[in-house]
């Protein structure tokens, strides 16, 4: 017969959970507290990788960048799905191998599609 889990046995679990939260609200509230409270124009202004701020945050740009950005994620986290069917490439057998070739199916016409919509066309 297996043990059962209890609330009990989640005890040291939830009172680490709380040191944790303890430590870091106690770290926040003693530093905001004890540091320093000079607000100069320097300060305040906005601090971007050492280069001053020129114009207006907020005029439209190009979303091709985040396109790329987005598409360039979504094949890569696909093509990292490969690795540990390549790894257990003989343990799955023919099956395995026609599962892969849906997958990759899948990829082409993703692809095809991103192609069509003309989405990696730079103007």
Do not use: C
């Amino acid at each position: 017969m297996e043990a059962q889990s209890t609330a009990l046995n989640y005890l040291p679990i939830i009172f680490q959970m709380l040191v944790a939260l303890g430590f870091v609200g106690l770290t926040m509230t003693i530093t905001h507290l004890a540091g320093p409270k000079r607000k100069t124009k320097d300060k305040l202004v906005a601090f971007e990788s050492g280069i001053e701020s020129i114009g207006n945050a907020r005029q439209p740009f190009s979303i091709k960048y985040f396109l790329v950005a987005i598409l360039f994620v979504l094949f890569d986290i696909e093509v990292i799905f490969m690795y540990p069917w390549a790894v257990n490439f003989r343990d799955f057998g023919v099956n395995g191998l026609l599962e892969m070739f849906v997958f990759m199916g899948t990829l082409l016409l993703g692809f095809i599609y991103i192609v069509k919509k003309k989405a990696l066309d730079w103007e």
